[in-house]
């Protein structure tokens, strides 16, 4: 079986693609990778050393997968700090960065089904590896037959350190958002960890202020309660009902692995990614007076633009994937990069999505308007208009998608329902965008035979239209 990296890791089935005979090729190719570029001299340019840092989430088997990947590391000479239990990515990002680490493996699928689970690559700098590099790794896959230290021996030797990587990112998090006024603003939030690694740490991080902290889905389950781990709408209902029998300021959400957020109001209504989004780049333009490129990708509200537009900030548009935002944060004067998803990164931390950070940035917001998410929406609404969302994900063989992308390219609709169309965009799918700012897109999935269809409108009925026409244009 090939072993192709998507959007961000290589996901599988567990036990039918994800095995441990796979993780170690895997973690193999990934030794002899990172060995070739301490070899050609990158190391003493850019600072980072022979160490790794691997880290996991709360999948079924997640632990025994890193602890493969750990010996395997091990055996090829490298430095391996292993997290002792179940552990936020962008905790271990910050680790690759902060221990001037080679890279780091995180053992997770993100939001992806119980069935799931995956190897996420970071790159020195505490950020997702580039496409370059993942090629670079799937190209050594097979190279070499898997070295291995035993797990104990390589213990007692120094090989491998078991070390929590979490109170030195927590310390971080409590120097790049304003925690004194958080910690003395009587918030009373609640925090749905969706069943995954965020569980505690907002508890922990503002354990002895004068917040109160509600964790919500806090227990270990590796079938997450029967939901896929995402920060959406439909994974809310538990959360919701709680939370109109006791209603609080806001309901933080994280997904699975705590690299993306989503939220709720105190009631229970969901907030859209996109919503959250906004709200964070307004707190940072008007609240913080931050200046700076914002970088979304193209699946991201228009409101994002009308917000650069109006206080004149350049704006930057990726493909789908943190790492083009990640790439585009490395090049330094960025303000913010979001993505649809509710993937967020803040300059002067890591180049990475931190779904702890966008969180303790929302309480900042809070802490620093003190009126409801609810009120600083409608003013954001009121200024910038109304941006209703949706997306469909539907079946389409990988075969023939490069033809519909080509015809896409070639035969653009005139206008999307009243609107002529102003703007095509093909760098990552087609995306067709129109005089009043509504826009549909189409692209496909890195990895699977998906399409999916992606609009946005001012009213919901539009939406659905928009996603109609696309399903007309794929003819599905």
Same mark, same amino acid.
């Given at each position: ?10 996901r599988a @089935?567990?036990?039918e693609?994800?095995?441990?005979a796979k %993780? ?17 001299? $990158?190391s003493?340019?850019?600072?980072f050393?022979?160490? @790794?840092v691997v880290?996991f ?15 395997? /590391?091990?055996?090829n +000479? ?10 936020p ?8 960065k902060?221990q001037?680490?080679?890279g780091?493996?995180?053992i ?8 799931f689970n995956?190897?996420?690559l ?10 370059e590099?993942?090629?670079a ?11 291995l230290?035993?797990? +104990?021996?390589?213990?007692?030797a120094?090989k491998?350190?078991?070390?929590? @990587? ?5 310390a ?13 603003s009587?918030l ?11 569980a505690?740490c ?38 919701q009902?709680?939370l ?14 705590? +690299? ?26 008007v ?7 914002v ?11 009308k #917000? ?10 990726t493909?789908?994937g ?11 004067? %960025?303000?913010?990069g979001?993505?649809?998803?509710g ?6 931390? #890591?180049?990475?999505r ?8 929302l ?11 609810d009120?600083? /929406? ?6 910038f ?5 949706g997306?469909? +994900? ?13 015809f896409?390219? $070639? $035969? ?11 703007s ?5 799918g ?5 005089e009043d ?15 999916? #269809? ?12 928009l996603?109609?026409?696309g399903?007309?244009l794929?003819?599905c």
């Open positions: 079986m090939n072993i192709k990296f998507g959007t961000d890791g290589w @089935v567990i036990a693609g994800f095995t441990f %993780v170690a090729r895997v973690a193999q190719a990934t030794a002899d990778y990172w060995k070739s570029e301490i070899q050609s001299q $990158n003493e340019v850019f600072g050393e022979p160490k @790794v880290g989430d709360r999948r079924f088997f997640a632990d025994k997968f890193a602890r493969t990947v750990a010996e395997i /590391l091990a055996g +000479d490298f430095e391996v700090v292993l997290t002792p239990g179940p552990t990515t962008p905790s271990v990002s910050f680790a690759v902060a001037r680490a080679v780091g493996v995180m997770t699928a993100s939001h992806n089904p119980p069935i995956g190897f996420k970071k790159s020195f700098y505490g950020g997702s590896s580039d496409p590099t993942c090629r790794v799937e190209g050594f896959v097979d190279r070499h037959p898997v070295r230290a035993k797990f +104990d021996e390589a213990v007692r120094g491998i350190s078991i070390r929590d @990587v979490r109170p030195a990112h927590f971080a998090l409590k120097k790049l958002v304003d925690f004194k006024l958080v910690a003395k009587k009373r939030f609640a925090h749905d960890a969706l069943f995954g690694v965020g505690g907002f508890e922990q991080l503002l354990a002895g202020t004068s917040c109160q902290v509600t964790t919500l889905n806090a227990e270990h389950d590796v079938l997450f309660g029967g939901i896929n781990p995402e920060p959406i709408d439909k994974n809310y209902a538990r959360s009902k709680f109109r029998r006791h209603p609080h300021d806001i309901c933080l959400v994280t997904d699975g692995d705590a +690299d993306r957020v989503g939220g709720m109001n105190g009631r229970g209504d969901a907030l859209t990614t996109h919503q959250v989004i906004c709200l964070l780049l307004h707190h940072l333009i609240n913080r007076k931050g200046r700076g490129r970088v979304k990708a193209l699946t991201t509200t228009s409101m994002v633009d #917000i650069c537009a109006a206080y004149a900030l350049p704006l930057v548009e493909g789908v943190f790492k083009y935002i990640c790439a585009e944060m490395l090049k330094g004067d %960025v303000l913010l979001a993505e649809e998803s993937g967020i990164g803040f300059p002067g931390h #890591i180049p990475e931190d779904g702890i950070a966008a969180g303790l940035m309480l900042e917001l809070l802490a620093t308007e003190r009126v409801s998410v009120k600083v /929406l409608a003013k954001l609404e009121k200024q208009g109304p941006h209703h969302y997306r469909i +994900d539907t079946h389409y063989p990988l075969e023939k998608r490069a033809a519909l992308m080509e896409l390219k $070639n $035969n653009p609709p005139p206008k999307l329902l009243r609107s002529p169309l102003t095509l965009k093909t760098f990552d087609v995306k067709f965008t129109a700012s509504s826009w549909l897109m189409l692209r496909g999935s890195g990895t699977e035979p998906i399409l999916r #269809i992606y609009a946005e409108a001012k009213a919901d009925a539009d939406v659905s239209k996603l109609g026409l399903m007309k794929a003819r």
